[in-house]
């Protein structure tokens, strides 16, 4: 098997250990950046009644938001080390996770 063939098998955990600490990171970006937009420690639950349809979007969208940015961010930043190390990209040439 080619090195190209070899690789993504070998970024795996890596790629995992990456998205855990994006994942961990865009959490604590959100829950700042939610205390920044409201003032307030919790952001609303979807189901949680006291608050409205409004609200509970808004948060889900800066959510949605902040974890596609660090996501990619993180994605990216491995995926560049991985080719500077070894000199081939860890993704088909097609590109992309989705």
Do not use: C, N
């Not at 994942?23 to 952001?43: C, N, Q, S, V, Y």
């Amino acid at each position: 098997m080619s090195k190209k063939k070899k690789l993504p098998l070998v970024y795996q955990p890596l790629g995992f250990a990456l998205g855990w600490a994006g994942g961990a990171l865009a959490g604590a970006a959100f829950r700042t950046t939610w205390k920044a937009i409201r003032h307030e420690d919790d952001a609303p639950d979807a189901l949680d009644r006291d608050r409205g349809w409004g609200e509970v979007l808004l948060a889900a969208a800066v959510q949605g938001a902040i974890f596609a940015v660090v996501r990619s961010a993180v994605d990216r930043a491995g995926a560049k080390a991985i080719e500077r190390q070894t000199g081939v990209w860890p993704a088909s040439d097609k590109g992309g996770r989705d």
